[in-house]
């Protein structure tokens, strides 16, 4: 994963509430095998609607989407993640999101911004017409006018973002301590193995 | 182990702690990981290109579901029938030469038993109580209807189960959704738990799971609690949690994977121990008094959207919140639906009775006691009955229910995941209204331009011999 620092451009201001990932990425671009190539058929409903954001030429490749409450809502599906990837989106400002998602987000990443309505709200305002920057070391979103808002990320999260960890490798490396969980639990619930 | 009271959720979670970070995150054991084909693929490729392999194949069970079309999969002659979608077929083919290269057992398109994972999984006693059950779909949190701890996952968190059987997680808070009293007449547990989303919202149990307790859940099936617990995530919930008791070890007891003999006893009794000890807390609690949940359906595009069936389409301005005010113009101008509408005179195209959702036996008689000696109307085009496993299906038919459908006009057809997301053939037409007994109303869920109102198995098949959104306790008398 590449690793994240520092988010600087264009947001679009998308701005809306349940923001599910069937919108994110429709279920018929599934059926790829590859990470790949998804930015296609991303926001493929809201790209349908005529003078939709996505089509403003001053968002083309924005690095950054502002939405409302509860975003990424649905299914599992880390394509999502991907086709904003694909996209060139790499931070999301939202009030929240749903926990799969961000989890998702931020295994490939995308730095889920978690700020309260009235920041998002100035956010969507400054978008429109001018860029702005996520900063994961300083957990700060700044514009050109001064704001200047402080989030919140679990360390454990920022820290795979900033350093771009490999959480399978950082994990197989506790292989011993994995181990003797399982034979704790062979030995207290010898039913669990015999599947 | 602290001796301060604990819920079901904390029981589950303390007895699978590998280990404990200073900052809170905690790697946690994973008991069963159930894989499909969708989310799978990028997972097994990251694994053959780092050169790992799958820790526990053993605890790992592989089956096809959203892709496979649910017409016959063998021909006469008995051989395959070819998937026409050419990336369906490569996405199904890909699993089919996963499974056996990483040692992964498999349940393949044409076995009796294959179905939809969240059916399989309890119907083979592969989900147990108190385990923790993993699988990249959202639709996971169906096995808390068993008390597991069940909950879907991205496909890096796939790869990372394959390698190394557990998942880095923070601890989540608990709320408890408490339904007391008496269901009226004609209320299913689908009407249960999208009466709980309409209260709690989309959003409402975000960074929770949610324990469902009171008699209602205590009374009601296996099956009805997977219904529920399937649908917690509909409320923002990462997994649900009705507690395992007797009526839960009935139907598990004698499963195929189920444990046997000494180990079914030593098992069932740790399972006892799990439920939540009195005086537990809970971050949360909502309390709904059964007496208040009628037959219901979704009106608009977000599972929160849900109204009694005695009721009409909403008035976007009646809502409080601007932003929703806002939401729900665009959902009433998707749906095609002009606000004051009485639910009940709005007619259907399309009927989906399946999903994992409501595709299990008892959901199927539950649709048949209306379709019997009726006739789908002329102004339906299409009413599909898509059994939620090849053992559900069988069972159907030995009960004569798949003669009734058919009688009754609908279509009979293999399992799988089919119109709940229309990756298969199966699709609701752009502009067409589908009365489905699945778990999303998302704007394109069931096909582009799809329209979906979700609904329990009795109130499709009634919607279906109607052809509008319609009362079922008006087509099934009390006494009846």
């Known amino acids: 994963m590449t690793p994240v620092r520092i988010v600087e451009g264009r947001a679009i201001p998308l701005g809306r509430k349940n923001i599910d990932t069937d919108v994110i990425i429709p279920a018929h671009y599934l059926k790829t095998i590859s990470r790949v190539g998804l930015g296609r058929g991303a926001f493929e409903t809201i790209r349908a609607e005529p003078g939709n954001l996505f089509d403003e030429p001053q968002f083309a490749r924005a690095p950054i989407l502002i939405a409302g409450d509860n975003f990424g809502c649905g299914s599992s599906r880390e394509h999502a993640a991907w086709a904003m990837l694909d996209m060139g989106i790499t931070a999301v400002i939202a009030p929240s999101y ?10 490939n990443g995308i730095v889920p911004v978690v700020l309260p309505q009235a920041a998002v709200d100035r956010l969507l305002e400054v978008a429109r017409d001018h860029p702005i920057t996520v900063d994961l070391e300083s957990c700060t979103v700044t514009t050109p006018f001064q704001d200047r808002f402080a989030f919140e990320m679990d360390p454990f999260r920022r820290e795979c973002l900033l350093g771009g960890l490999d959480e399978v490798g950082m994990t197989m490396a506790q292989g011993a301590r994995i181990d003797a969980y399982e034979r704790g639990a062979a030995a207290d619930r010898p039913w669990l193995s015999a599947a | 182990m602290s001796t301060k009271p604990r819920t079901l959720y904390e029981k589950i979670w303390d007895a699978h702690v590998v280990d404990r970070r200073d900052d809170g995150t905690c790697l946690i054991y994973i008991d069963r990981h159930l894989v499909h084909e969708v989310t799978s693929p990028q997972a097994f490729e990251a694994l053959r290109l780092a050169g790992r392999t799958v820790r526990r194949p053993d605890l790992t069970l592989a089956v096809p579901d959203h ?41 393949g398109a044409t076995d009796a038993a294959q179905g939809i994972v969240h059916v399989v999984g309890p119907e083979q006693g592969f989900s147990l109580p ?51 009293g008496t269901l009226g007449f004609g209320v299913s547990p689908k009407d249960v ?81 799990l439920a939540t000890d009195p005086g537990a807390v809970y971050d949360k609690v909502v309390t709904i008094d059964a007496g208040d949940i009628a037959p219901s359906l979704t009106w608009g595009t977000s599972p929160e959207d849900v109204v009694a069936i005695t009721g009409a389409v909403p008035d976007p301005m009646s809502f409080a919140d601007p932003s929703k005010q806002e939401a729900a113009k665009k959902s009433l101008a998707y749906m095609g639906l002009t606000p004051g509408t009485r639910m009940q005179d709005v007619p259907v195209d399309s009927i989906f009775i399946g999903s994992c ?63 709940c997301l229309a990756m298969n053939p199966d699709k609701v037409p752009p502009g067409d209204r589908c009365a489905s007994t699945s778990n999303r109303n998302f704007v394109g869920r069931q096909g582009p331009g799809a329209r979906t109102h979700l609904v329990s198995p009795a109130m499709a098949a009634a919607a279906a011999v109607t052809g509008h959104l319609a009362d079922v306790r008006e087509l099934v008398g009390e006494a009846a």
Request: hydrophobic content about 45%; charged content about 20%.
């Open chain 2, 193 to 273: 738990i999208l009466h709980i989303i309409g209260v709690i919202g989309a959003a409402g149990g975000t960074g929770y799971v949610i324990e469902y307790t009171g008699n209602v859940f205590r009374e009601m099936s296996v099956e009805g609690r997977l219904t529920v617990s399937n649908m917690s995530i509909e409320g923002g919930a990462r997994a649900g949690l009705v507690a395992a008791d007797d009526l839960t070890f009935a139907y598990l007891e004698g499963r195929p994977m189920a444990p046997k003999g000494a180990d079914w006893d030593a098992a069932v009794a740790w399972w006892r121990s």
């Open chain 2, 130 to 180: 108190g385990t923790t059950i993993v699988c990249g779909d959202s639709h996971t949190a169906c096995h808390g209807g068993i008390g597991a701890l069940a909950f879907g996952i991205g496909t890096s968190e796939v790869e990372h189960v394959l390698a190394t059987q557990t998942l880095l997680l923070q601890q989540s808070k608990t709320m408890e959704v408490r339904v007391e």
């Open chain 1, 98 to 107: 749903s926990d799969i998602f961000s989890g998702n987000a931020v295994k």
């Open chain 2, 357 to 419: 959702t409501n595709s299990r036996i008892e959901d199927l008689r539950a649709a048949a006691a209306v379709a019997r000696g009726r006739h789908v109307a002329a102004n339906v085009r299409q009413a599909l009955v898509v059994p939620g496993s090849g053992l559900v299906k069988r069972q159907a038919e030995a009960e004569g229910l798949d003669r009734i459908f058919i009688d009754a006009g609908f279509e009979w057809r293999e399992p799988g995941c089919s119109m």
């Open chain 2, 67 to 107: 892709n496979l079309p649910t017409t016959p999969r063998v021909d006469a002659a008995g051989a395959r029938v070819p998937i026409a979608d050419m990336e369906s077929a490569q996405q199904l083919a890909a699993l089919e030469a996963n499974a056996p290269s990483f040692g992964i057992r498999y349940i």
